[in-house]
């Protein structure tokens, strides 16, 4: 605990943290604690996993004060990140009276609105926290700690705007910390705007790259997922991370997998947050050995003893590919990245493996059994195709959709004749045609 001491923590924390058995500050601790007590504005260049919750708790947990108001906002891309952030601060914070509210969608505002009340710190996604400031149940001119973790994560998701919205709403008398895995233009858009001379704190990747094998098979998409089962199957270990591109290909990779007898479950921004907590909390309890999960969903979540990470779907670029291997081979462990390649990945894999520093190796593909992949019934346009050949859900065939067509082309074409009859009959009298006719149609 003397390495932790010498940081400048006081006794408070200090206890906290012999209860997390930590041994030694992470570099990024190590770096970036001292710089935040002494009130400094900070971007953390870290990825998930590395130790910086503790870094933004520690100050904020020896300066907000008890029963002050809400002095400290936290920004999350995700609800999972907001909740695993309120968890960590409540153990840090366990030895002080200080209230954390976490603050994200897909659960009552109502409870929030109590909890807000009595929160001296608040955790929460950008679009929720706008929700409490139109409606004027949030109040941040107190604030002096302000975090945005995972900010470029937020940038990409087109969180930006709101960002803004909500920085300017807090107190220009503020100590801003920023944390990103990756510094991009957006990234020092706010920190030339937002920011008061920033100290720029640099670390290592948390993944240990001696460690980590990364694989890639080169296979047909049809037998994409016969390999996957393959090797799901032989691999012997509790946790792995399967992801894909968009929410649809996890639900049904995740429901063809379960169909053969493997415990696994999809995780993305349409569930709701009830089900996502659940579904997390039993993958960390092992009831669950195989998360199949979309970027948003996963990115920020601090998920240990993950020891292979499936790219079912090929990531857009090397930065995502990074974010999504970044969950395995951590603190001394060994790790597999296994990405599956069909022509349809080509385009994304050449900009993956464009960055020099990523070491991918291609593996001969091993004999695999061929499965059968179940896809979800195609749609028709307004109507599901149903069991029975020919028919829609509504009953009606295609026979009977032909001739009720049929029929409404029909009577426009026997209205219009009788218009122009009519008209014809009209003209002779010299009375104009229309007023009784488009009163009777």
């Known amino acids: ?191 030339n705007k937002y920011m008061k001379n920033p100290e720029y704190v640099y670390v290592e990747s948390y993944v240990e790259s001696g460690k980590l094998k990364q694989y890639y098979y080169e296979i047909a998409q049809y037998s994409k997922f016969s390999l996957l089962a393959h090797l799901l199957k032989e691999d012997s270990s509790q946790l792995v991370m399967v992801f894909c591109n968009t929410r649809r290909n996890a639900d049904i990779l995740a429901r063809n997998l379960q169909r053969i007898g493997l415990k696994a479950t999809a995780i993305h921004g349409g569930r709701s947050q009830n089900k996502r907590s659940n579904i997390m909390e039993q993958f960390h309890k092992g009831q669950i050995h195989i998360l199949v999960c979309t970027d948003v969903a996963a990115r920020g979540l601090d998920i240990k003893n993950v020891s292979h990470v499936y790219n079912y779907d090929t990531p857009k670029n090397s930065t995502e590919y990074i974010h999504r291997i970044g969950r395995t081979a951590r603190a001394g462990k060994e790790g597999e990245a296994i990405s599956l390649v069909s022509n349809r990945d080509y385009e994304n894999f050449n900009r993956v493996i464009s960055n020099s520093a990523l070491n991918i190796i291609t593996k001969e593909l091993p004999s695999f059994e061929n499965i059968q992949f179940h896809l979800p019934q195609k749609r028709q346009g307004n109507f599901y195709r149903s069991k029975h050949h020919g028919r829609f859900n509504t009953g009606r065939s295609f026979r009977d959709k032909r001739i009720f067509s049929d029929k409404r082309s029909l009577g426009r074409r026997n209205r219009n004749e009788e218009y122009q009859k009519e008209r014809y009959k009209n003209r002779k009298s010299g009375s104009r045609p229309g007023a009784n006719f488009r009163r009777r149609y």
């Open 1 to 191: 605990m003397e390495n932790f001491k010498k940081l400048g923590i006081r006794e408070n924390l200090l206890r906290s943290i012999k209860e997390f058995n930590f041994d030694k500050p992470t570099e990024i601790q190590e770096k970036a604690i001292p710089l935040v007590l002494e009130g400094k504005d900070v971007i953390g260049n870290s990825a998930t996993g590395s130790g910086k919750t503790l870094v933004f708790g520690a100050g904020i947990i020896e300066k907000v004060k008890a029963r002050g108001g809400v002095q400290s906002l936290i920004l999350t891309p995700t609800r999972e990140l907001a909740e695993q952030v309120t968890q960590t601060l409540k153990k840090f914070s366990k030895n002080t009276h200080l209230k954390i509210q976490e603050v994200y969608g897909g659960v009552s505002i109502s409870r929030q609105i109590e909890g807000i009340k009595n929160a001296e710190i608040v955790v929460g996604t950008p679009g929720r926290i706008l929700d409490h400031l139109q409606r004027k149940t949030l109040n941040l001119s107190k604030i002096f700690i302000l975090v945005l973790d995972e900010a470029d994560r937020m940038a990409d998701m087109g969180f930006l705007p709101d960002v803004e919205k909500i920085i300017k709403t807090c107190s220009l008398n503020r100590q801003t910390l920023l944390f990103s895995a990756t510094l991009s233009q957006d990234i020092n858009y706010i920190a």
